[in-house]
């Protein structure tokens, strides 16, 4: 139980081009998602909260209007990165919160923006 | 919440249990310690969680100092699979069920 998928696993774009990543609970509801992201040798950097019906709510410094959420149902969140670039090329994971308040994640997007 | 320190790395030998300290010395009476491990080029795992109380599940156990100020995840026979970085977090009760990661330990079985 409590899995999370994430699609595409991986997406190499042009500069300036969207690209959509998708983010499914797939055995239960998710009223909240999370949108992470990882550089290389780094830690995870909490992006976004996600909450079904209403707007995201981003962290400092996380820009709202490059990277576009919609949690249009209990069971799948998505993530634009608007005009790409090549310092958004990152890992890009998500997670939903589940049963006891615990956060399952997906396996996460790895990104490349060429 | 609470500050998390954790070593940076640690070594453990192929079926031996793997012991992985976490310091939380500010932790608050309504902040639960969360566990998990993330595989290489893989979305972290759940492992396991607590609030004062020992757990344990059929991946690991789960140890909470009387005071709450520190925790042992005890994985009782590590495999060349538990190779990953462990991440110790604490969280609060709250509203927003936020997760903030820190470096964590790398652990390294070796056969």
């Known amino acids: 139980g409590a899995v999370v998928s994430q699609h595409p696993s991986w997406v190499i774009c042009k500069s300036g081009t969207s690209v959509k990543i998708e983010c499914r609970s797939l055995?239960?509801?998710?009223?909240?998602m999370f949108w992470y992201r990882q550089f290389p040798k780094q830690s995870l950097m909490l992006m976004a909260t996600?909450?079904?019906?209403?707007?995201?709510?981003?962290e400092q410094g996380v820009e709202k209007d490059k990277f576009l959420i919609n949690h249009a149902s209990l069971t799948l969140s998505t993530l634009t990165v608007t005009s790409a670039h090549p310092e958004d090329s990152s890992f890009y994971i998500c997670s939903a919160r589940g049963a006891q308040e615990t956060q399952y994640f997906g396996p996460g997007t790895r990104l490349l923006v060429l | 919440d609470a500050k998390t320190t954790q070593p940076t790395s640690m070594d453990c030998a192929e079926g031996r249990a793997a012991n992985l300290p976490c310091n939380h010395s500010?932790?608050?009476?309504?902040?639960?310690v969360y566990w998990y491990r993330q595989i290489h080029s893989q979305g972290p795992q759940y492992i396991i969680h607590?609030?004062?109380n020992n757990e344990t599940n059929e991946m690991a156990s789960l140890i909470i100092t009387e005071d709450r100020k520190s925790s042992t995840l005890i994985l009782p026979h590590a495999t060349l699979r538990d190779t990953a970085v462990y991440y110790c977090?604490?969280?609060?009760?709250?509203?927003?069920?936020?997760?903030?990661f820190g470096a964590g330990t790398t652990v390294t079985v070796r056969a």
């Open positions: 607590g609030l004062k």
């Open positions: 996600s909450n079904e019906g209403s707007k995201a709510t981003y």
């Open positions: 977090i604490v969280r609060a009760r709250s509203n927003d069920y936020k997760l903030s």
């Open positions: 500010t932790i608050s009476g309504n902040e639960y």
């Open positions: 055995d239960f509801q998710a009223t909240t």
